[in-house]
């Protein structure tokens, strides 16, 4: 069973960084593209950002442009967020996916997901 596992949230004070991994399990992550979604509380769940097979083409919402950093490492089976600058908004829990295509980025076009790791943005 294909499986996706998200780490490397917690608490942090507005303008402040966190990185998150996800480790697959199951495939090899050259074989599908990735990507970063979130969700907060009593709001839909929203694409963050995706990244190509080879990793060389990446995409982000325009709420995050400039601030996260999608990249993956492909013999570890790993993708990263790293995220800069976060606000309070940012806060929600973080969930990697894995789909055939990178865009649209959207629930619908990604097939498989992790169980999520919870980010706290707050002073």
């Known amino acids: 069973q294909l499986q996706l596992v998200e780490s490397g949230g917690g608490l942090v004070q507005p303008g402040g960084s966190l990185r998150l991994s996800c480790v697959a399990s199951?495939?090899?992550?050259?074989?599908?593209?990735m990507g970063w979604f979130r969700q907060a509380p009593g709001k839909e769940r929203e694409g963050v950002s995706c990244?190509?097979?080879?990793?060389?083409?990446?995409y982000y919402a325009d709420s995050v442009k400039g601030r996260f950093t999608i990249s993956r490492d492909n013999a570890k089976n790993t993708v990263y967020l790293q995220m800069n600058s976060l606000k309070p908004e940012d806060a929600a829990i973080y969930y990697c996916?894995?789909?055939?295509?990178?865009?649209?980025?959207?629930?619908?076009?990604?097939?498989?997901w992790g169980q999520g790791t919870q980010v706290t943005v707050s002073s």
């Open positions: 996916a894995a789909a055939s295509i990178c865009l649209p980025l959207r629930r619908g076009n990604y097939d498989y």
């Open positions: 199951g495939f090899t992550t050259d074989y599908y593209v």
């Open positions: 990244i190509s097979n080879s990793g060389s083409r990446a």
